[in-house]
């Protein structure tokens, strides 16, 4: 019988790889911009914030590609960033519209009931009498003239 004596072998675990700390940036700011994304009237705001995972994800898969990085959480980023991307617009295209409509609302009625917001200077009709006695003065706000007696 052969004895064999085998030192005791340590039990390989796997080794963690390490990950990207742009990438978790980047999941982060798209799970922000996802959820004001479904705010009414302020979801438009994460297109600016959906920027940031777009950007980074981006930046990270460029980086993950010489680098055999992990490139997991930079495309979950890319991805919930870009649905909250298309969320905001269109959530920016509604409100645009309804913004237009209200306006051309607006204009219309105006032409319709003969309202003009322009700053006008008030119009006076002076009318003299031969002798210069009494002056009647009409303004756009009053039909009715005042009558002031001469000097």
């Known amino acids: 019988m052969e004895n064999y004596n085998y030192p005791p072998q340590q039990p390989q675990y796997p080794q ?3 990950t990207s700390v742009l990438g978790i940036i980047s999941l982060v700011f798209a799970i922000v911009a ?16 959906a920027l940031i995972p777009i950007i980074s994800s981006i930046i990270v898969l460029v980086q993950a590609k ?14 919930i960033g870009g649905v909250a991307l298309m969320i905001g617009l269109f959530w920016g295209s509604l409100l645009g519209g309804i913004g237009s409509q209200i306006q051309n609302d607006i204009r219309i009625n105006q032409d319709r009931y003969g309202i003009n ?9 002076e009318e003299e009498e031969s002798n210069g006695e009494n002056v009647e003065i009409f303004t756009e706000e009053s039909d009715q003239g005042e009558v002031k007696t001469g000097e």
């Open 16 to 18: 963690p790889q390490p």
């Open 34 to 49: 996802l959820v004001v994304s479904f705010i009414p009237c302020f979801g438009y705001f994460a297109i600016f914030i």
């Open 66 to 79: 010489r680098t055999r990085e992990p490139k997991g959480l930079a495309i979950a980023g890319l991805a």
């Open 117 to 125: 917001d322009s700053l006008e200077e008030p119009y006076y009709y």
